[in-house]
């Protein structure tokens, strides 16, 4: 019936078998598959001896456990236990008892009566409930041996009666009669099933022990089944078992960096909120795992949980203080007890990033700045260390002095290499510590501000530019800083929806520059003047600027400056009606390789290119096909999170969507998406609430949405393209006022300009509307009155919404739609006013929005009594709607009523 075999085996012997005290209740591990099955196969038709390692905390008793719990065999466990003096045979002797325990000793009994006499009697010695001992140790000096024998010899008889398998558990701790009787019931073939676990890297583990797991794995009939650390999908399965759902991503991800896969490390964080405290049980855990140290291994240890990295010897030896022989010493010493592994190289490490907090805890005051400090002289000097890493030193010694120099190089370095992440932070520090009274000649505080701004500007962050504009204050300033302070206060105005205020500032600016030769700061004055017209809906005034942008691009004779111009003149062209001419031109400049690697410019042109090919009827393969190559440069360089590569991914995500196709524009948003909302990306978490409103968690979708928009400080530009979305999401999740609120703001910036999204805002308001009448059941006077006002609203804007046709394939689809929601308020709708809309839908390929019209016209037609034209008209929907799931449903619904 192809259902899964082993599972309802395991059910169907859940349900039917006798209660019995040696079988554990199910165990659910994650991961661990082959291991288990190992054991399961073992433990049903295996013989000799199965060793299960690993560390402490890696799962063996539970991996015993879960095949145990799922086997038709008895398995009987002997725990050994870590006591200050041996006791012979005891976890033998629990094993025995709990077998003769199971069913008041007949099994026992019947396997004892098919046993030789001295089996009985040696036996007695373990378990007095069979009996007196025929005599005493010191009367017997065969006695020990047939002891063993007779362990033997019952479970062997036992096994006749029905399977039965010993387990002994924490074998590292076992006596050594226990572990003498492992290896004789090993080296006679025993028929019984043999499992033992032992803990490995554990320092008080004998030597005698220790030789003991050497020579037994080397004994024929033994297995052995070594535990390694479980994957970060096995982890996120540990912490759904855990929690009894599934995690977030980021604390998985969070818990398993900190566990390293350990599953009882994982399993102590999953209660833990952050990063900040241990688990008590847990911090003990590793505190005893540290144990007592010598001084030389305190040093080293020390050392290298202070750096948290990996340490060359050299390294080890000058900051340390220590000799090379004392070194290796303490090494051999730190590496015999777990707590440090050794590489391939002239290196070490601690072996377990936890043992990081264990160290900690153990520094007194002073002493943690006084190993940073050693660190920092000596880390200078070697040739694979950052200046951020130095730096970080020198902060935690508290000598800010010696931390500004370093902390100016890191911020140097990150702008070298285009990661505008730690510019950001390395240039905040540097203002931080400037601001404290610290001073350096290698920086000045203008040029350190500029910086910070320019690589916030990279990353989207607006709140830390507000933070850093007042800084340039342009009172008393002349010149080219005049007019830098004047341009960056102008691109807080226009991102907080003000550009005629930006643009006033930028005028302003441009005027020091009359008669000045071109220059860098004049180029991008002029590209941020052309943005503002643009936005301003002055097309005019864009193209002349244009013009001599360009000619000052042609001067300079700078690569970035010609990318600048050329994304610019893409929107330009655009605008002017030639769609294919501007995509053209992107892909030219994308194919042609530049004379120097500058990712931050192939990212903006890349999101332009891709962004004006979502105004035209472009298959979504070919707009990723478009940026392939700038997403290789994206992963190159780490530029994941900047602002472009964020907004990058949303187009290519919106390409997939509106096809249709939510679970690839699900994976193109997953790497920016995964932690909340934040300035940055607060537009594309719009984007991924439309998609978890397709896939049918509405609820989901509004949380996020309410999340994001908390992010948006400012509604301009940016906010305003992320309002269908929003809207949409607000429509379907019944919130219909809440989506009026954010279409009405919308409307009230684009209708005063040629912004693009008119088209699409007014159509999503005409809906709107109509759902709010239809929910209060409003008097046609009113639907007629409703219907004048947004005629009026659309007629008196500074231009068309639905004359620019020629700039966005998507505009006469809007138009139909926004025509069937005015005729849908006023009561004079007709299937052919939807089934126009439908079909201009289809014609750009956007199933979801066709699918859509069709339904509403099918509840026109049913409306009229045209049933068959309903049910065609369903039919169609049902398939345009494929993962969109209210929409769906909302067809499924109208389905049934034509029945």
Avoid at 476 to 486: E, I, K, N, P
Avoid at 594 to 600: L, Q, V
Wanted: with cysteine.
């Amino acid at each position: 019936m192809g259902g899964d075999v082993t599972r309802f085996h395991e059910l169907w012997l859940a349900a039917s078998a006798p209660e019995d005290p040696t079988r554990r209740p199910g165990v659910a591990i994650a991961g661990r598959a082959a291991e288990l099955d190992v054991v399961r196969r073992h433990l049903a038709d295996g013989a000799g001896l199965l060793l299960v390692t690993g560390e402490a905390g890696m799962g063996r008793t539970a991996l015993v456990g879960a095949a145990a719990a799922s086997s038709e065999t008895t398995v009987v466990t002997g725990p050994c236990l870590h006591l200050s003096r041996e006791v012979p045979l005891l976890p033998i002797i629990e094993a025995l008892r709990t077998l003769h325990d199971t069913d008041d000793g007949r099994w026992v009994g019947n396997a004892l009566r098919a046993c030789p006499a001295y089996v009985g009697s040696s036996l007695a010695r373990l378990l007095p409930e069979l009996g007196a001992p025929s005599s005493s140790p010191s009367e017997d000096p065969w006695g020990g041996e047939r002891l063993l024998s007779a362990v033997g010899r019952l479970l062997q008889a036992m096994a006749a009666i029905r399977p039965v398998a010993l387990h002994v558990e924490d074998c590292q701790w076992a006596d050594r009669s226990t572990l003498d009787l492992l290896a004789h019931l090993t080296s006679a073939s025993s028929p019984v099933p043999l499992v033992a676990t032992w803990r490995t890297g554990d320092p008080d583990v004998p030597q005698d022990h220790i030789d003991w797991l050497t020579r037994v794995r080397w004994t024929t009939g033994v297995t052995t089944v070594d535990l390694e650390t479980l994957t970060l999908e096995e982890s996120v399965e540990q912490l759904r078992l855990l929690t009894g759902s599934a995690p977030d991503p980021a604390d998985a991800e969070r818990i398993h960096a900190r566990s390293q896969g350990l599953p009882l490390y994982t399993a102590q964080l999953a209660g833990s909120p952050s990063d900040v405290e241990l688990p008590p049980h847990l911090a003990d855990l590793l505190d005893r795992r540290l144990g007592d140290l010598d001084e030389d291994s305190w040093r080293v240890a020390r050392l290298l949980g202070v750096a948290q990295r990996r340490l060359r010897s050299k390294v080890l030896s000058t900051a340390g203080g220590m000799e090379t022989e004392a070194l290796e010493e303490a090494l051999r010493t730190l590496v015999g007890r777990g707590l440090v592994e050794t590489g391939p190289g002239d290196d070490a490490a601690l072996s377990h990033p936890l043992f990081v907090d264990a160290i900690h805890r153990r520094l007194v005051p002073g002493e943690g700045a006084r190993v940073h400090s050693r660190l920092a002289e000596v880390l200078v000097d070697e040739p694979d260390v950052e200046p951020a890493e130095v730096a970080g030193h020198w902060r935690a010694a508290n000598r800010p002095g010696r931390e500004l120099v370093h902390r100016v190089a890191a911020a140097r370095r990150a702008d070298e290499r285009f990661a505008p992440r730690q510019a950001l932070d390395e240039w905040l520090r540097v203002l931080e510590l400037v601001d404290a009274g610290e001073r350096v000649e290698e920086v000045d505080t203008w040029d350190a501000v500029v910086r910070a701004l320019e690589a916030a500007s990279q990353l989207g962050d607006l709140d830390a530019a507000r933070g850093l504009v007042p800084r340039l204050d342009a009172r008393g300033l002349t010149g080219q800083r005049r007019a830098v302070a004047l341009q960056w206060t102008a691109s807080l105005e226009m991102a907080d929806g003000r550009p005629q205020q930006g643009l006033a500032l930028l005028d302003e600016a441009l005027a020091l520059f009359d008669g000045q030769p071109p220059s860098h700061q004049l180029d991008e004055l002029l590209a941020e003047r052309v943005a503002t017209l643009m936005q301003l809906g002055r097309f005019d005034d864009a193209r002349i600027e244009l013009r001599r942008g360009l000619e000052v691009g042609r001067v300079l004779d700078d690569e970035r400056s010609r990318r600048r111009w050329t994304a610019i003149s893409m929107w330009v062209r655009m605008r002017s009606g030639d769609l294919e001419g501007a995509v053209a031109i992107g892909r030219e400049a994308l194919l042609s390789a530049s004379a120097r690697p500058d990712p931050m410019a192939d990212i903006e042109l890349a999101v332009t290119t891709t962004d004006v090919m979502l105004h035209t009827t472009a298959a979504a393969s070919e707009v990723e096909a478009m940026a392939s190559a700038t997403l290789e440069e994206i992963e190159a360089y780490d530029l994941t999170l900047s602002n472009c590569a964020v907004l990058l991914r949303g187009n290519l995500a919106w390409a997939y969507l509106v096809q249709g196709d939510v679970r690839t524009a699900r994976e193109w948003l997953r790497p920016v998406t995964g932690s909340a909302p934040d300035p940055n990306t607060a537009l594309v978490h719009y984007l991924l609430a439309s998609i978890e409103l397709r896939e049918g968690d509405a609820q989901r979708a509004v949380d996020r949405c309410r999340d994001a928009s908390a992010q948006i400080s400012a509604h301009g530009q940016s906010w305003i393209d992320g309002v269908p979305w929003l809207a949409e999401v607000e429509l379907w999740a019944g919130r219909v006022d809440a989506a009026l609120r954010v279409l009405d703001e919308a409307l009230e910036v684009t209708l005063p300009t040629q912004a693009l999204m008119t088209a699409a805002l007014v159509s999503w308001h005409a809906r709107a509307h109509a759902e709010r009448l239809d929910r209060a059941h409003a008097s046609a006077s009113d639907r007629r009155r409703l219907v004048q006002q947004l005629r009026a609203a659309v007629a008196t804007a500074r231009t068309d919404p639905f004359g620019v046709a020629d700039c966005d394939v998507s505009v006469p689809a809007s138009r139909q739609s926004w025509l069937a929601e005015l005729s849908r308020i006023d009561g004079t709708e007709s299937v052919a006013d939807w089934a126009s809309a439908a079909a201009e839908w289809d014609r750009i390929r956007r199933p979801h929005d066709a699918a859509y019209c069709r339904w509403r016209a099918a509840e026109v037609a049913l409306r009229h009594g045209q049933g068959t034209i309903a049910d065609r008209l369903l039919k169609r929907a049902a398939t345009g709607a494929r993962l969109h799931v209210p929409l769906a449903q909302a067809i499924a619904a109208t389905a049934r009523r034509a029945t």
